[in-house]
Every structure is written in C-alpha cells, then in structure tokens.
C-alpha cells in the first residue's frame, strides 16, 4: 500500500540526497585525519603525533574559521536557485571566489608571522612545538586552494549538485591518505610530510573543481555579471552577512582550540587522550554537518521561492536525522573503548585512562546535534547575525568554566565547559527560532540581501 505524504513534506527526496551526499563527503575529511593520527600515533615519538594535534590549532583559526565562505556560498547560491536567477548563481560564485583568492593570498604573505604569533601563544614543550612548526610550515601553502575549495563545494552544494561535491571530497581526502603513507612511512617526514600532504591534495581536490566548474557556467553570461561583482552595495551585504559567520565560527572555533590549548597546560599525556577524543567528535560532527548542510541548502532554496510553510517540517526532519546520526559514534566509543582508541595508537599510556572521559561523548554529541542543525537554518535564511550572537552568549558561558578546569587541573570540568557552549548555543537559537515566524524576513533584517 502506498502512504502518500503531506505535501509539504515532497521535499524529503531532495532532502536525503543532499544528507547522504554531504555525510559521505564529510566523513572523507575527518577519515584522513584519523587514519593520518594512525600513521603519527604508531610513530615512535608520540611528539609527533602532539605536535600535529597542537598545530592543527592554528588552521582552525585559518582554515575553519573561513569555513564561511562555503556556508555563505551555499545559502546565497541556494537563495538564487530557489528565485530561478541563473546570473545570480554565476555572481555569487565569481564573488566568493575573489574573496577566497584575496584571503588566501594574504595568509601566504603573513604566514611567517602567523606561524610566530601562532607558537607564542600555544603550550606545549619544545619537541611537541617544533614538531608542530614543521606541520604548520608544509600545510599553510595550501591556504588558497583550501579557500578556493571552500567556495566551489558551497555553490555546487547551493545547486544541489551532490556528484561534484563527492567526486571532490574523494578527491582531496584520498590523496591526501596516498600522499600521508608516502611522505610519512615511506619518506619519514614525520610532521612535515603530514602538513606537505594535505596542502597538495587541496591543489588537485581545487583543478578538478575547477573544470566541473567549467562545464557548469553559462559562458554568455559572463561579460553581464562581471560588470556586477564590485557593486558596492551588494559587497557591503556580502561583507556584512560572511563577517557575521565569520565571527561565529571563530567563536565555535575558539572553544575548542581553548580545550586543546588547556589539555596540553595540564598534561601532554592528556593533550594526547582529548586527541584522540577529538577525533571521535570531529568524525561525528563531519556527519552532523552533512545534514546541517543539507537542512541549510533547503531553507535558502524555500526561502528563495517563499515556500515558508515546507520549513517548520523541514526543521524537525534535520533534527531528527541529525541525532540518529550522531550518537552512533558516541555509544559504539563508551561501549568500546579501548577497541576504538587503541586503533588510533598503540601507546598503552594514553588509552589506559580514556574510559574515565569517553562517557562526555553522549551529551556533548547530542546538542552539538541540535545546535548545528539549528545555525543551518538560520545561514539558510541568511540570518547571520542570529548565529553569531548565540556564538558570543555562548561563549560567555564556556570561557569561565573551562577556567575553573584549568585551575582545578580537571578533565572532567573541562569536558563539561565544551558541553555547557553546545547547550547555550542550541537553547538560544530555539528561542530566538520561537520568537520568528517562517513568513518574516530574515534576510531582509539581517543583513540586507535581497538579491545576489
């Protein structure tokens, strides 16, 4: 018998195509990164594997915290598409990809001072930080092409076009596994050969982006939208609403380079554990994103056509999905400790003692599921001072408990703090969601944007 559903559910098609897609494409990303940890962890000298992890620090700020040239790329793009405006689409596109370009280039020209700064600011001793310099040295040449990546993967996921997005991901995390077993095992680069890895996977994950690009825009178009793409006015609403996400997700960011950063004041055993910890997180947040994308493309693209009465329902099914999808990670890790981590290293020193925090996955997982799912939809309706102001408040709340971590020299309490700055950011969107009906328009308050 065929059960025919509302119809503002007929999204549900588009919608598990979009998640499996942007799950498979973000798992690729923290998959890498654990069987990277797996090459580093099997090292000798553990430094290695803590530099990295210290050094990472630095290109979340770098890397991650422009991660909004992709969130900002989709939920225009997706906001053009819904409106059937082809020209907007190109521009939005050529205009993030200059922004990318420029941002890039700069991270290049102060790369050493960076690296300084970076180093002065991190704890760690002198084997952990050199190790660290070394990854940090070889990765950072890849920053415009990781920009760049940035901005294609958000427009083609902004049309909806999952098999470039994939056929990416494969891409970039596949070579970046080849070139890591190259240049560390065979090679013995340790560090370096880690950082040089990724940073040229980003270069061949970029040329392939840009040829499907290619074969995807309406080469007649081009003189028409050039002439637009310096508008100051539409710059200035660019500007406004990828400086709102900009702060945001440094926020975010911060939070968890904090962690990080006091893990290693208490302990390089116990940087090690949160580690290794992390990579569990990370690989969880990969799939949660992945419907945070998806329930994000969807709200621009039904924001675009007015089609305000689909995103109510489309709330609860992204919610839903999303801790379906996350908890997996954090039961299988409670329930299999030392299986799970022991795969990560084989250093009895660091995984004797992760049973005693593995526990903090379960609440801190289920609303990081919550809250992403919730900042997806407000990107979505470029809503993004809305995002950043639950980021702030947020981190009001995170900052003075991790403190008292620090002074007490507590794992436990510092655990808490990262689950206490997913509460806070999952509570204040809801209500600020409550306080909005779907017919208001968020992107008109928010940021001015109206049209690409």
């Known amino acids: 018998m065929n059960i025919r559903l509302p119809s503002q559910y007929d999204f549900l098609n588009r919608f598990s195509r979009l998640v499996l897609v942007s799950i498979l494409s973000n798992l690729m990303i923290p998959l890498a990164s654990l069987v990277n940890t797996a090459f580093l962890g099997h090292l000798e000298n553990i430094g290695h594997l803590a530099g990295v992890v210290l050094a990472t620090l630095l290109f979340d700020y770098l890397y991650i915290s422009f991660n909004f040239l992709r969130k900002s790329t989709n939920a225009m793009t997706a906001q053009a598409v819904g409106r059937d405006d082809s020209k907007a689409v190109l521009l939005v596109g050529l205009r993030h990809g200059l922004i990318a370009l420029g941002i890039g280039s700069l991270i290049l020209i102060l790369q050493y001072p960076l690296q300084k700064l970076g180093f002065t600011l991190l704890i760690g001793i002198p084997d952990v930080k050199a190790s660290g310099i070394d990854y940090f040295n070889a990765r950072i040449l890849g920053a415009p092409a990781v920009l760049l990546n940035f901005v294609l993967i958000g427009w083609f996921q902004g049309q909806e076009m999952n098999r470039f997005v994939l056929l990416m991901s494969f891409i970039n995390n ?154 997996p990670f954090a039961l299988v890790s409670v329930l299999f400790p030392q299986t799970v981590f022991g795969l990560l290293t084989n250093h009895t020193e660091v995984t004797k003692s992760i049973s005693s925090y593995v526990g903090w996955l379960i609440p801190f997982l289920a609303f990081t599921a919550i809250a992403y799912i919730l900042d997806g939809y407000f990107i979505g309706l470029t809503a993004g001072q809305t995002t950043r102001n639950s980021a702030l408040i947020a981190l009001g709340g995170f900052a003075p408990t991790a403190f008292v971590a620090w002074y007490f020299h507590s794992n436990h309490i510092l655990w808490f703090a990262m689950s206490l700055y997913m509460v806070i950011v999952a509570v204040t969107l809801e209500v600020q969601r409550q306080r909005l009906s779907p017919s208001t328009s968020c992107q008109e308050r928010d940021t001015g944007i109206t049209k690409a």
């Open 174 to 327: 596949g070579a970046n596994i080849v070139l890591n077993y190259l240049f560390i095992i065979q090679l013995g680069w340790a560090s370096a050969g880690a950082g040089l890895a990724t940073a040229l996977s980003q270069y061949l994950t970029l040329l392939m982006g840009l040829i499907l690009a290619c074969f995807n825009i309406q080469w007649q178009e081009i003189p028409a939208v050039a002439q637009k793409i310096l508008d100051r006015s539409a710059l200035k609403a660019t500007f406004a609403f990828n400086g709102n996400l900009m702060i945001s997700t440094l926020v975010s960011t911060s939070s968890f380079a904090i962690f990080t950063n006091l893990s290693s004041a208490i302990d390089t055993t116990l940087l090690a554990e949160n580690g290794l910890l992390m990579e569990v997180v990370f690989l969880s947040i990969a799939v949660i994103q992945g419907v945070g994308t998806s329930t994000q493309t969807l709200t621009g693209n039904f924001k675009g056509k007015d089609a305000n009465e689909q995103l109510e329902q489309l709330l609860k099914i992204a919610l839903l999905t999303s801790l379906l999808v996350a908890l």
